[in-house]
């Protein structure tokens, strides 16, 4: 497949010059490495001793040996060359980390959205068993009336006992023997 400006069919775009295609995921990945490194007090120590080094070696070697006399000109434009890397670096790192704050914080809110419906729901479920237990017997419910319905059975067993003597006493023929019983 031929590319755009290579097809004779195609004007050219005047005056729009291609730059080299990146990754900016990688371009990202890698500045948030850089800005992390110069976070670090590894970092400060190394560049502490570096400029300890480039001010003992450019005041202390001999005249013919320094490469930055005195004023250190070349030094402070080599850490402001730095400087002038580093602030758009850290900034890309920030703003990569903002974002994935951002992605974190919405998917925290989507959760957080489903955890309250599932809670909401299940605060209905449960009222509504409490409604529906409100009508089922309980086991205490079952046995107080069984045991009440017991009671009864003995008294009803007891009262027809009782009237079954009754009858059978007046039914027998009064007898004289004061015995006899």
């Known amino acids: 497949m031929t590319e755009r400006r ?7 775009e005047p ?22 490194y110069m976070g670090t007090a590894k ?14 070696w450019n005041t202390l070697a001999p005249e013919n040996l320094r490469f930055d006399p005195y004023t250190f000109t070349f030094l402070t434009l080599v850490l402001s060359l730095q400087a002038s890397y580093a602030a758009p670096l850290i900034l890309l790192a920030q703003n990569r980390q903002t974002d994935r704050d951002r992605l974190i914080m919405e998917e925290d809110r ?23 237990l409100n009508d089922v017997a309980t086991r205490d419910f079952l ?19 009782k009237r079954a003597r009754q009858d059978e006493a007046s039914s027998r023929p009064a007898s004289t023997d004061p015995y006899e019983d």
């Open 143 to 161: 046995r107080t009336e069984l045991s009440r319905l017991a009671d009864e059975l003995d008294e009803a067993a007891l009262r027809r006992e």
């Open 110 to 132: 989507r959760r957080a959205a489903m955890q309250k419906a599932d809670t909401e729901f299940l605060a209905r479920e449960i009222a509504a068993l409490r409604i529906a």
């Open 15 to 36: 005056g729009r010059v291609q730059l080299p295609k990146f990754d900016p995921e990688a371009f990202g990945r890698w500045s948030e490495s850089i800005a992390r």
């Open 43 to 56: 970092f400060i120590v190394y560049m502490t001793v570096v400029i300890a080094a480039w001010f003992a």
């Open 6 to 12: 290579d097809r004779l069919d195609q004007p050219r």
